[in-house]
Every structure is written in structure tokens, then in C-alpha cells.
């Protein structure tokens, strides 16, 4: 088990990945921050590293939270990269959402240099990172896993180890697909609740007391109006963008594919979430969905 204070590299200080180090500076953890904005580690008062080899070269644990899977591919594997940088021992925790054969495909070159890893994609957003009540499902060895608990629980409410290589990803991707299906429904559900001229907050107080009741319609009823702190009540300001569910829906169905398993319901959603994109939505919060119902 690691040390209760760490040397973590924290590399890609975005959305997601500033709160998450920031609670691990406040759980005592030592970080180095690398990220292509300088302004991010600074707001952090920790040393910056030019590159993820500099930044992994002294740590213990690296930490990667990154917008997509080609950049992880590269940050890990590439000239500058985390495998370039790190001792053996090290373990690397990648904690964007990304295929499982991307997860199995850096386990077997990290080992190879004797550098341990986990995939640890997250759900809850950036609220669930502030406040560190993110679900973070694991792939991986056991006994990395378990090293790496207490900083994960540093993180998340829920740290699940779910299987080997690649099965963290695997359950985010199917998380995802649900969350977006859901948001595709709903939407369909709120067209109908408007033309009939149901008052939307008596709607959202029925539904939310009956079986459709998820967490996606309490933190994201597609109404503007409704609830103060769901983003449509704010222009669709995203917690978490259109055209990021979008790509992990088209990962969804990519590993459906792998295993020849069809996914109808799947597919059709990401039609409706093609048709947003098309609309210039994808900048905003997935619940803009909705928004194509309106017109």
C-alpha cells in the first residue's frame, strides 16, 4: 500500500483533472502538475513538469486525465511519454474514459519496463470531483489496486475494483450508454410533457417519486425552469459536454462490435446525439438534447 503521502504526477489539469489533484494536495499527497496551460499548475502552487517523463521521472503514482484516447495513447506511449519518464514500480492510474483494448494494449507496454497501471475512469462530473464523490470504477491487478485505494479514496465515494486490464473501462462505457439513452428518453418524455402544457415542475416532482426516477433526471431535468441547478436552466452550460458523450457512446458501440453483440437502443441514441452535433450543440450539456424536441 502506498505511503498516506505520496508522490503523485498529476498530468492534464483540465475540467475534471484540477479538482481531482487539488484534493489530493488537500489529502497531503506531494504533486508535480504537467498540463499544456501553465495557469492550471500554478493555480495549484506545485512544481510544473515540461513533459509527462519529467513529471513521472521522481513519482510514485501518475495520474492521467485526459480529453481522449488518443492523447492517453500518446502521453503514455509517446517519445515524451509517461513509459519514457517512469522508474519501475511506478504505477500509472489513467482516469479518462478510453476503450478497454487501449487499457490492456498500455498494460502490456508499461509491464514490460515494469511499470504497474490501472484504468480508472470516473462518474459524477465536475461537481463529484470537487467534492470528491466520484464513482471511480478499476482495472487492473489486485495487488496494484490495492496499493492505490487510499488515493483513490481521496477522490471518489465509491472506488470499485471491477476486474482486470480494461474491465474499468468497460463498465464506464457501459455507465455512459445508459446515461445517454436515458438523457435520449427524457427528452422524448419532456416534448410530450410541454405540447400538452403539463406544468414542468409538477412533472419533474411526479416523476422523480415514480419508477423512471435515475439520477440523470435529478441532475439533469431537460426543462429550463425546473430545477435552478440543472443546466438547462442555465443555457445548457455544460458539466459534461454533448460531443464528449458522444465519443464515448461511439466507444460503446465499437466494443459492442468487438463482440458482435447488437446494441439497437444504443445506436439510436447516438442518432439523436449526431443530430445535436449537427445543430451546434455539442458544446453544451448533453440534456440539450432536448433542445431538437423544441424546434
Keep these: 500500500m502506498l505511503a498516506p503521502m505520496s508522490r503523485v504526477a498529476f498530468i492534464g489539469l483540465g475540467t475534471?483533472?484540477?479538482?481531482?489533484?487539488?484534493?489530493?494536495?488537500?489529502?497531503?499527497?506531494?504533486?508535480?502538475?504537467?498540463?499544456?496551460a501553465a495557469e492550471r499548475v500554478a493555480a495549484l502552487g506545485i512544481p510544473s513538469a515540461a513533459s509527462a517523463a519529467e513529471a513521472a521521472a521522481e513519482a510514485e503514482v501518475v495520474v492521467l486525465s485526459l480529453p481522449s484516447p488518443a492523447v492517453v495513447e500518446d502521453v503514455v506511449l509517446g517519445?515524451?511519454?509517461?513509459?519514457?519518464?517512469?522508474?519501475?514500480?511506478?504505477?500509472?492510474?489513467?482516469?479518462?474514459?478510453?476503450?478497454?483494448?487501449?487499457?490492456?494494449?498500455?498494460?502490456?507496454?508499461?509491464?514490460?519496463?515494469?511499470?504497474?497501471?490501472?484504468?480508472?475512469?470516473?462518474?459524477?462530473?465536475?461537481t463529484g470531483a470537487e467534492a470528491a464523490t466520484l464513482a471511480i470504477m478499476v482495472g487492473g491487478e489486485p495487488e496494484v489496486f490495492e496499493r492505490c485505494r487510499p488515493l483513490l479514496e481521496a477522490l471518489g465515494s465509491r472506488v470499485e475494483h471491477v476486474g482486470a486490464h480494461g474491465a474499468g473501462q468497460a463498465v464506464k462505457l457501459c455507465n455512459?450508454?445508459?446515461?445517454?439513452?436515458?438523457?435520449?428518453?427524457m427528452s422524448e418524455a419532456c416534448a410530450l410533457i410541454e405540447r400538452e402544457g403539463i406544468d414542468?415542475?409538477?412533472?419533474?416532482?411526479?416523476?422523480?417519486?415514480?419508477?423512471?426516477?435515475?439520477?440523470?433526471?435529478?441532475?439533469?431535468?431537460?426543462?429550463?425552469?425546473?430545477?435552478?441547478?440543472?443546466?438547462?436552466?442555465?443555457?445548457?452550460?455544460?458539466?459534461?459536454?454533448?460531443?464528449?458523450?458522444?465519443?464515448?457512446?461511439?466507444?460503446?458501440?465499437?466494443?459492442?462490435?468487438?463482440?458482435?453483440a447488437p446494441m439497437p437502443m444504443t445506436a439510436a441514441a447516438a442518432q439523436l446525439y449526431d443530430a445535436a452535433l449537427a445543430a451546434a450543440l455539442g458544446d453544451l450539456d448533453y440534456s440539450a438534447v432536448h433542445i431538437l424536441k423544441r424546434l
Design 16 to 36: 475534471m483533472g484540477l479538482p481531482m489533484a487539488r484534493n489530493l494536495v488537500a489529502a497531503g499527497h506531494e504533486l508535480v502538475g504537467c498540463d499544456t
Design 200 to 260: 414542468p415542475v409538477q412533472a419533474y416532482e411526479v416523476l422523480t417519486s415514480s419508477t423512471s426516477d435515475s439520477s440523470v433526471m435529478r441532475r439533469r431535468f431537460p426543462l429550463p425552469g425546473v430545477r435552478p441547478e440543472h443546466p438547462a436552466s442555465h443555457d445548457y452550460e455544460p458539466l459534461f459536454r454533448l460531443d464528449l458523450l458522444r465519443k464515448d457512446l461511439a466507444l460503446a458501440l465499437e466494443l459492442a462490435q468487438e463482440h458482435d
Design 176 to 185: 455512459n450508454l445508459i446515461v445517454a439513452s436515458t438523457m435520449a428518453a
Design 79 to 126: 517519445p515524451a511519454g509517461v513509459r519514457a519518464g517512469a522508474r519501475p514500480g511506478t504505477v500509472a492510474i489513467v482516469m479518462s474514459t478510453s476503450p478497454p483494448s487501449l487499457a490492456r494494449r498500455l498494460a502490456d507496454a508499461l509491464s514490460e519496463q515494469g511499470i504497474d497501471s490501472l484504468d480508472a475512469p470516473v462518474s459524477g462530473g465536475p
